[in-house]
């Protein structure tokens, strides 16, 4: 794996990013692990002494910025994972601006601005970052789904750029773009992955992902990742 075992993570509390903390935090990595709300983390990744909480709301920018800073006199960061992420799903005309501007700035405004903070010291000492996108980022549209499908399409766009630039430096980025995983993100849904046990995704298979990824050896780099269920299948709430 990669050298640098200090990481920032983002969505770190829950879902797919409280996976990839117990991953990390259990094959030696120190993690920085940025939530809103840790009430009901698990607390086996709470009592990690690899693992330090970071309580902050990635859209309030001044203090992502100050909380990002503070952890870099603290520790060099080699590896960043924008993982955290928000969805309202429905005709687009019922999405309402506070809700499509708050889709924007968590699912792709905060990980540009993290990459910006990091890539400096990444070009000059090598660095990962590994962006949690969707797999509606490469469907050519996405009915009662507009918005958040373009945005995690900004995030594949976003990371497929930043990729050309530093790779030259040794910097590596990879977007995995999972299909219908079972977490909370579908809270604001009236639809969620049907029970078959093939018809969705665990999390702890988006953290798998995250490690295979981590461990490839110096000189290979895995822009996308997608990883499907092997049923297409949903149900309503």
Request: glycine share 8%; proline share 3%.
């Amino acid at each position: 794996m990669s050298e640098n075992k200090n990481v920032i993570l983002t969505g770190a509390s829950s879902g797919i990013g409280e996976k990839i903390a117990l991953m990390l935090c259990s094959t030696g990595y120190r993690v920085f692990g940025i939530g809103r709300d840790f009430e009901k983390t698990d607390k086996e990744l709470l009592n990690n002494s690899l693992f330090e909480k970071i309580v902050c709301d990635i859209t309030d920018t001044k203090d992502l910025t100050y909380k990002v800073k503070e952890i870099r006199k603290e520790a060099e960061i080699g590896i960043l994972i924008n993982n955290a992420g928000c969805a309202w799903y429905g005709l687009h005309e019922e999405i309402g601006p506070d809700k499509i501007s708050k889709m924007v700035r968590t699912n792709l405004e905060a990980p540009m601005i993290l990459a910006q903070m990091l890539l400096r010291d990444f070009k000059k000492n090598g660095g990962t970052i590994i962006n949690i996108s969707s797999v509606t980022a490469i469907s050519s549209s996405n009915p009662h789904g507009a918005a958040y499908g373009a945005i995690k399409a900004g995030l594949l766009s976003f990371g497929n750029s930043i990729f050309e630039e530093a790779r030259k430096y040794g910097v590596r980025v990879t977007t995995i773009m999972p299909d219908m995983t079972r977490t909370n993100l579908y809270r604001n849904a009236d639809f969620e992955a049907d029970d078959a046990v093939d018809a969705g995704l665990d999390p702890k298979e988006v953290a798998e992902a995250v490690k295979y990824i981590l461990e490839r050896p110096y000189g290979v780099a895995i822009p996308q990742m997608v990883i499907r269920p092997q049923l297409h299948r949903i149900k309503r709430k």
